[in-house]
């Protein structure tokens, strides 16, 4: 059974930061994609970030360019979504999704599994 589990999230302050993290379980996670997305009160999930097996390649939304950093570490099985200069648009819950073919794509359906999500609110 395959288990992604986020952690990280939290209440901060806007300009502060914040650490996702994201461990998979139950699927050989050096062979997939890891996306984060995130969804917001009233609005569709949306696509945040993506890294690509090898972590050769990364794709971000245009709202987080710049801020955010997303990475991975195949041996801890885990993705981590660092994010910088938050402000109260980035207020959502996000979640940590896996898909098993290339590339770090932006379409929520090519992912084939998804964490619970955590929340994270920016306070203004």
């Known amino acids: 059974q395959v288990r992604l589990v986020e952690s990280g999230g939290g209440l901060v302050q806007a300009g502060g930061s914040l650490r996702l993290s994201c461990t998979g379980s139950g699927l050989t996670f050096n062979m997939y994609t890891m996306g984060w997305f995130r969804q917001a009160p009233g609005k569709e999930r949306e696509f945040v970030a993506a890294?690509?097996?090898?972590?050769?390649?990364?794709n971000y939304a245009d709202s987080v360019k710049g801020r955010f950093t997303i990475s991975r570490v195949n041996a801890k099985n885990t993705v981590n979504l660092q994010m910088n200069s938050l402000n109260a648009e980035d207020t959502a819950v996000y979640y940590c999704?896996?898909?098993?073919?290339?590339?770090?794509?932006?379409?929520?359906?090519?992912?084939?599994?998804w964490g619970q999500g955590t929340q994270v609110t920016v306070s203004s």
């Open positions: 890294i690509r097996w090898s972590g050769s390649s990364t």
């Open positions: 999704a896996a898909k098993h073919v290339d590339p770090a794509g932006i379409d929520a359906a090519e992912y084939d599994y």
